[in-house]
């Protein structure tokens, strides 16, 4: 219990107390390696693999708990926002949500919002640029494949080289995945946090590009090349801390940007 109580500094006695009750199931249901590599202070990115739609509750709570209540944003569907309680809980992190889906239950269709006119990718580095961190799961939606990461959009990778924050990878795994081959709906997980991955000469490049890509074809077209790399080179990373293989079946990018695992490290300052 003594984890329970330890400092939350960016809080207030309410919002503290209310972390501190969000994270009693964590006690019971995740563990942790690698917090050490939680940054201290700054904005950073935390991205994460999805397997379940428990771990959409409980890692957020984890991670704003040992960042001793620093608000991380992520980005979630709208829907998530409309349903009451948990709606209101999500409010409380300030999320960044994604509008494109369309809610299964009609009553919670009918309170659709209209789309912001920026997309989510400009909205994400715009929150980095006022010194805010964000997490993401690249792959978009809940994966629960035992043995492989789904292929994930470059929308993170264009965040990552546009705001050129620092990334913090962390995968999650369950001992049920590996004991019986199969992603648990309740059930114990692990946490593990790799440490903190930057991408500068890529970065660099991408500020070039993107300061003269406004009717060059070829510009636009190696933009989306070097996010590729950066998420194939994400993805590799979360495989290594999730315990789940990452390859795409679908046949890579063609020219001379196309992302594959060979040649990562002539293309991009691969950090895996």
């Known amino acids: 219990m003594q984890t329970l109580f330890r400092s939350l500094p960016y809080l207030t006695f309410r919002k503290a107390l209310l972390l501190r009750l969000l994270m009693v199931p964590n006690l019971f249901l995740s563990r942790a390696t690698g917090l050490e590599n939680l940054p201290k202070s700054g904005s950073a990115i935390y991205v994460f693999n999805h ?81 805010g961190s964000i997490g993401i799961f690249p792959e978009g939606k809940r994966n629960p ?5 789904a292929r994930a959009k470059p929308g993170i990778g264009h965040i990552v080289l546009r705001s050129g924050k620092p990334v913090i990878p962390v995968g999650i795994d369950f001992p049920l995945r590996r004991r019986k081959g199969r992603i648990p709906v309740f059930g114990r997980m692990v946490l ?20 003269r890509s406004g009717s060059n074809a070829e510009c636009r077209r190696e933009l989306h090349a070097l996010a590729e790399a950066a998420t194939g080179a994400l993805m590799q990373k979360l495989s290594a801390l999730c315990g789940k293989t990452f390859g795409d079946p679908e046949p890579p990018l063609s020219g001379s940007f196309a992302y594959n695992h060979t040649t990562c490290k002539k293309e991009l300052p691969c950090p895996v």
């Open 51 to 131: 397997n379940n739609a428990l771990e959409s509750l409980l890692v957020p709570v984890f991670l704003m708990f040992h960042l001793g209540g620093r608000t991380v944003s992520f980005v979630i569907d709208w829907m998530f926002g409309k349903i009451p309680v948990l709606g209101w809980l999500m409010r409380l992190t300030d999320p960044l949500y994604v509008y494109h889906k369309r809610s299964t239950v009609p009553l919670i269709e009918r309170r659709r919002p209209v789309s912001p006119l920026q997309g989510v990718v400009e909205r994400c580095c715009e929150r980095l640029e006022e010194g």
């Open 145 to 149: 494949h035992p043995a492989r990461l």
């Open 192 to 211: 593990t946090i790799g440490a903190p991955l930057d991408f500068p000469e890529s970065s660099e490049r991408y500020a070039a590009l993107k300061a």
